[in-house]
Nanobody, 126 residues
């Protein structure tokens, strides 16, 4: 499975951005997907995730109410929409995936994800 994250860019505080994670290979509708981010000089952290059917989504507290993760299994793509962006959201955003037979499965742990995309830079100016 190959993942490619895209959609990053430079935006002003308060703006919205939608990141995409496109997958090729594998069985996309059995892939649970997580979004992570890594800010400069910080550890990579979990942002949120979506189960393979899309029935369940999960968010870290710092994005709750500002983010929405969705997926289009017909397009092999998962989306992370972020609203009301803040300078502290500046980071490289990664999507990761893991095949599972259990819907509603997700993990906030990097080690639980097998496949990773290359990351897309999001920069929020104040």
């Amino acid at each position: 499975v190959q993942l490619q994250a895209s959609g990053g860019g430079l935006v002003q505080a308060g703006a919205s951005l939608t990141l995409s994670c496109s997958a090729s290979g594998g069985t996309f509708n059995r892939l649970a997907v997580g979004w992570f981010r890594q800010a400069p000089e910080k550890e990579r952290e979990f942002v949120g995730g979506i189960s393979f059917s899309g029935i369940s989504t999960y968010y870290e507290d710092f994005v709750k109410g500002r983010a929405a993760i969705s997926r289009d299994n017909a397009k092999n793509t998962v989306y992370l929409q972020m609203n009301s962006l803040k300078p502290e959201d500046t980071a490289v955003y990664y999507c990761a995936a893991s095949q599972t037979t259990v819907d509603r499965w997700y993990s906030y742990k990097e080690d639980d994800y097998v496949y990773w995309g290359q990351g897309t830079q999001v920069t929020v100016s104040s």
